[in-house]
């Protein structure tokens, strides 16, 4: 772009540059040309015309005074005529050599000797006296006014030449003007142009810089200055005040990567737009003096610019999260979502800006923890929670290379039969030998977006697993593979899940998919549709930790699921609370009369078994038959089992 803009003004600088030399040249020539001629008019054609014009008086004159001599006989008047025949002379000379044509300038000559000649004799009879000839003095006289006319007309026609001379110069010198006239005005033409193109170019140069500048200051969607901006504007006022009356607001869109992996990265982009738009009206009607920066895709950063007291950021944090109970349209389609908000306040600044901003996100994920569509102000013993939220993180990135995942399987049992009929894939980290539970770090993985990776590991070890075992000689099990809400919504997740089936041929009703009760309750025009995409492969489909989320029975009815798995928390507590007992009686009945199996977690008695098999629960998962168990040990489990039971059969 810039290339070709020099480009474009070095061409358009060199065909001024040619351009003003042609001119240059041609106008320096006609402007010679007109010069010359107007030199050869001053100096040349009009000296002779005023001599010409003089000899034609000249001449009159001395005519004239002939006649006066013949009538009145004053010699002395004629004594002081007599030398205009030498003037005339002189002239008729003079103008002679202006004639290219010598026969004329000859007769001129000529005519003006005849004239004198006759003026002489005239004179010389004059003088007889009493004797003179009047007749012969008319001659003379006659003669000579003769001579004399055919001078004045001669010259006249000499006049007229010239004068047709200067015509005809003065003709070529205005052609000559109007040559010019053009020349130049052709060329300021091209000047002005060029000048205008220069100036366009410059202007779009500095449309273009302007445009950076907006691009590197200002976020595209929402038109609001972006971090840069920020940062450049906290570090004049931390380095301008000792002590800022500051207080801010970090506010984060709650899961939007899993809208925009439901609804698509367009929708997403226009969702962030009338959220922005949103979070600015809703601030301008309840806060004065703030400043509003889009900080980076789903996050904005408010400073307020004077001291605000814990109830008023409270309030204010209140009416932002009131964002969840608004309807947005966007495009006909009708959406809700609901945002995260960390507050640090005056106090607990920092005069350094990274060290600002850690306790800015640190207080944002404790609301992000929390569950989202809260806010948290931030404290001190945040930071230590925080600190090891990252440092969770950033190990688990490198866990898959680093080989330091392993799944284990637990055994869901027949409740009738207690004979194994499946497991549970269960993932386990141990990093660098300390064991870390799924709890801690798959929301972490699943906040920093890392479970895509992980879970597509999972899924691919699940089934690998079952193929090895298959070789082994294991009774073909179905296993169960944990699902999160990103991994599910991902686009092509039906046809990942496809290709990992073929690639270890494994018969797609080996495989159930668990998917929490609460990712499921996100958008479930949708959720219904990846299902229906999945149960086309074949696979099947649980609900788990059924009763933790807020879904009823008759929602999850519009699922096409084929297992319920009962939370944990229920069965616990069957026996302790007459409500969690009846809760669970309810569900198994429920859900059995929606054509669903059921399966109790966390099963840890023989009580609670015996009550579950009564109510005619499905299969049971828990410690009271199996804990998770690494791979060999649960195809030891199987085998042992399935020995016992061949015993038993031939006993
Ligand atoms: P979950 O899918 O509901 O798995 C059952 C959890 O209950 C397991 O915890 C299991 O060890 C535990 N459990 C089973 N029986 C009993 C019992 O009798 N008593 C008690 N106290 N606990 C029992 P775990 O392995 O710690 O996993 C916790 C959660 O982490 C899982 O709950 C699941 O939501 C998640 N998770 C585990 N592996 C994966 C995975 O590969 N992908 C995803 N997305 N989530 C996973
Ligand atoms: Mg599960
Ligand atoms: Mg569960």
Known sequence: ????????????????????????????????????????????????????????????????????????????????????????????????????????????????????????????????????????????????????????GQLDITKKQIAERVKQGSVSTQYEVHQLNYLQLGFSVVVLVTALFILFNLHSRIKDKAELYKRAYYNGLSGLPNRKYFEEHIHQILSHQQSPDLAMMMINLDRFSLITSSIGYFFGDRLVHSVSQWLIATLRQHASSFDIYHFSGTSWLVMFKHAQTEATLAQLAEQLNLISSVTLTIDDREMTCSCSIGIVQQHALTQEREALLRCLDTALREAQQAGGNCY??????????????????????????????????????????????????????SKEGVFISPAVFIPIAEKSNLILNIGRWVLTEACSQWARWRAEGLPAMPIAVNISAQQFQEVDFPRQVQATLQRFGMPANMLELEITEEAAAHDPKRVVQIMEDLKSIGVTLAIDDFGTGYSSLSHLSNFPVDVLKIDRAFIQHMHHSSTDASIVRLVVQLAKGLNFKVVAEGVETETQYQQLKLWDCNLIQGFLFSQPLPAPQFASLVMEERQRQHVNQVA
């Open 1 to 152: 772009m810039k290339h070709q803009v020099i480009t474009k003004l070095i061409a358009s600088f060199i065909t001024v540059v040619i351009l003003v030399g042609a001119v240059t040249y041609i106008s320096s020539n006609s402007v010679k040309r007109v010069s010359a001629k107007a030199d050869q008019l001053i100096k040349v054609e009009i000296p002779q015309l005023n001599q010409i014009t003089n000899t034609q008086n000249l001449m009159a004159a001395t005519a004239n005074h002939l006649l006066q001599y013949y009538a009145t006989f004053d010699r002395a008047n004629h004594i002081n005529n007599v030398p205009n025949f030498a003037r005339l002379q002189h002239n008729i000379q003079n103008i002679s050599a202006i004639h290219q044509d010598h026969e004329v300038s000859r007769k001129l000559e000529q005519s003006l000797q005849v004239f004198i000649d006759r003026a002489n004799r005239l004179d010389a009879e004059m003088q007889l006296e009493e004797d003179r000839d009047w007749d012969v003095l008319r001659t003379h006289l006659y003669a000579a006014q003769a001579q004399s006319n055919l001078i004045l």
């Open 376 to 429: 948290r102000f931030y404290q001190p013993s945040m930071s230590a929670v925080a600190k090891h939220w990252i440092e969770t993180e950033q190990a688990l990135r490198s866990a898959i290379e680093k080989h330091q995942f392993q799944l284990y399987y637990q055994p869901k049992v027949n409740t009738q039969t207690r004979l194994i009929q499946s497991s549970e894939a269960l993932l386990r980290w």
